[in-house]
């Protein structure tokens, strides 16, 4: 049974860098894409992008100039760095694994950037 | 605005069958990529409910079906309970935007 835990810094202040790491338990990261998801408040998700087992990125357009996605395989974990966060980036995070849809979520972290 | 569309809400009673519709275009659901359907809770918990337009995972119940057809896509739920309360989200990928796109939602309540 693969569990993702997922943590990070909930407040930030407008120009930081939001950063979230995202734990794997029960599996192994080969053959899989590892994304991370958000949902702003009152609004639907929007993914964020993705990388798989070898460390290949994949980025939202949209948010492509900011976002870096990188992966610890000695630790089974990860990451999301989010540079330049703004009032617009408040949202709850998820991290998901990918094959065929994305079958595991991690419970989520509440990010907010104040305006 | 997301890039495919969902109606905001949908209810039903209990033991009824509801649909979700999920509409696309010729960049997305129409150039033949799959469709994929999530149940997000209230608190977050979400959960692979249809995965390539049609197909169950492991421990969703038959009650809950997903159907795919020109730009379109569809899932449906029969048997309402309360406990399907939530939001539910389709996703596919678009290949103008290069982007995996999700629809706005469309959030459920059993009446």
Redesign the interface.
């Known amino acids: 049974q693969v569990e993702l835990q997922q943590w990070g810094a909930g407040l930030l202040k407008p120009s930081e860098t939001l950063s979230l790491t995202c734990a794997v338990s029960g599996g192994s990261f080969r053959g899989f894409y590892w994304s991370w998801i958000r949902r702003p408040p009152g609004k639907g998700l929007e993914w964020i992008g993705e990388i798989n087992h070898d460390g290949g990125t994949i980025y939202n357009p949209s948010l492509k100039s900011r976002v870096t996605i990188s992966l610890d395989t000695s630790k089974n974990q990860f990451s999301l760095r989010l540079n330049s966060v703004t009032a617009a980036d408040t949202a709850v995070y998820f991290c998901t694994r990918g094959y065929r849809g994305m079958d595991v979520w991690g419970q989520g972290t509440t990010v907010t950037v104040p305006s | 605005q997301?890039v495919l569309t969902?109606p905001p809400s949908v209810s039903g009673a209990p033991g009824q069958r509801v649909t979700f519709s999920c509409t696309g275009n010729s960049s997305n659901i129409g150039a033949g990529y799959?469709v994929?359907w999530?149940q997000?809770l209230p608190g977050?918990?979400?959960?692979?409910l249809?995965?390539?337009n049609t197909?169950r995972?492991s421990g969703v119940p038959d009650r809950i079906s997903g159907s795919k057809s020109g730009t379109s896509a569809s899932l449906a739920i029969t048997g309402l309970q309360a406990e399907d309360e939530a939001d539910y989200?389709c996703?596919s990928y678009d290949h103008s935007?290069?982007?995996?796109?999700?629809?706005?939602?469309t959030k459920l309540t059993v009446l």
Do not use: E, R
């Open positions: 997301s969902q799959d994929h999530y997000q977050t918990s979400t959960k692979l249809i995965y390539g197909n995972p989200f996703q935007l290069s982007a995996v796109v999700f629809g706005g939602g």
